[in-house]
């Protein structure tokens, strides 16, 4: 058996590390591109805005990750998703917005959506038929943050901040005004309509304008609107007059205001505050009728032609207008009546009537001015306005030659007299033509008239027979008489030239005939100086 060796004598195992192998270079490039994908992550992480929803009634142009929002035309967030509203009413709207528009979200932010639109005269949006739609946003002055919203359907006609003043303008109906129609101040554009609705009881529309500055310091608690639309055309003593504001309230409407040079040191009202909106300019700049006086009146004839709104004239003054046209059945007379009743405005006639009213029924008894004009012959008639349209209008005026009336001063409202209007009369007097006509015994001067016809057609004939008789008779003896006639003109033509021989022997004859009067003459003269040659002959 072999020696083994000492325990000494084994060396002493000692233990080494593993030794690091270098990474190779193919793993760099992963690495470096893991690294920036890491910190592109966690910058878009910090980077990345708030989430917010628009709600809008439909979605039409947007699409997610290609419609964008701007604010100022600058990318402000992007549309992530479209879906529709749990009650499928509407379309929300989930947008990222960036980090530094984060301060934008508050409650008063509106977003819509740009598209192609014509409104009010303007047209916006063209550049999106190229690039889409988008979604632009106007920033709110609110400091209340907010993350849902509800999306206008058409774009604000103003932003926020823009100086002037809103005014709410009430009026009977829209007519053609819209959004963004324009107001004008002196034919300059002061404003346009930026809304408008309808009133809760329905009879009314309510319109709000905005006016910019610095038109908005002419407003007055005086101020007159109205309606500037189409052409206003009027026919007075000094010719045709046609008035309108510009081509764009033509086409598309217009409103115009004005103060009156009365009004202008009125007080200056508050935002917002109501003005009426008058149908014309006319209406709207003459002076305030006050509160009216209520009149009924029968008038005996037709009442076809006559309108709710007619004038009620007093001399050529419009002092009232028609209010209502009714029909009442009488049971004591078993007929029918016709109320017409009529406004009087007592401002329009203090000029002719002067301070009050023209009757104090509120006081319970009568009043002198009212039964002094009507033993007078105060009716009311009705007359015609206008010969193509057949249109009547209610005329106050003096007839003294009516039967006297009294007022029954019981009666609420006041009955006023009336007569006869002048087409009425014209038919009656037309009738009674009529009925004198029919009297007329047509039948036997037509009888007549007939006899006489014949009589002279018979006559006509015998005039004509005896014309025949002569032209037969006499027109051949005629012809030779002018035949001959025309022969011895002729002939005494031909005597009478110049150089016929009657004319020669004439010309020879005058000319002896001048010497035989100067041989006379020469005797004569000798026998003056010598008378005595008569008996001695004449001397040497």
Known sequence: MPDLPALHDIPEAIALSPRRTPLPLVWIIPIVAALIGGWVTVRTILDRGPTITISFL??????????????????????????????????????????????????????????????????????????????SAEVGKSAESRRKFVGLEVAPVLTHGLPGRKIILQASDLGSLDVGSPVYYRRIKAGEVIAHQLDKNGADVHIVVFIHAPFDQFITSTTRFWNESGVNVALDATGMHVHTQSIVSLLLGGIAFETPLNGTDALNPADAAEFILYPDHASAM???????????????????????????????????????????????????????????????????????????????????????????GFRAQLRTGNLLTGQLYVALDFFPDTPKVKIDWSKHPLELPTVSGSIEELQMSMAKLLRKFDKVPLEAIGADVHKTLTTLDRTVGSIDQLVKRLVGETAPAAKATLEELRRTLTSLDSTLKSDSPLQQELRNTLSETSRAARSLRSLTDTLERQPEALIHGKKE
């Open 286 to 376: 003459k002076p305030p009728d006050g509160e009216p006086q209520r009149f009924v009146l029968y008038f005996p004839e037709s009442l076809r032609g006559l309108n709710p709104g007619a004038p009620v004239d007093f001399r050529g003054i419009v002092v009232g207008e028609v209010v209502s046209i009714g029909v009442r059945y009488q049971q004591q007379g078993q007929w029918f009546h016709f109320p017409v009743e009529i406004a009087i405005y007592p401002e329009r006639m203090q000029t002719h009537l002067g301070e009050g009213k023209l009757a104090e029924t509120e006081r319970g008894g009568g009043n002198d001015l009212l039964d002094a004009v009507i033993s007078r």
């Open 58 to 135: 439909t979605a039409e142009g947007l699409e997610p990750g290609k419609t964008h929002i701007r604010y100022k035309d600058v990318d402000i967030g992007e549309v992530q998703d479209v879906s529709i509203s749990d009650d499928q009413s509407r379309i929300i709207v989930t947008a990222q917005i960036h980090k530094h528009a984060a301060k934008f979200l508050v409650k008063d932010t509106r977003f819509w959506v740009v598209r192609p639109r014509i409104s009010g005269g303007q047209i916006s949006g063209v550049g999106t038929l190229l690039s889409g739609a988008y979604i």
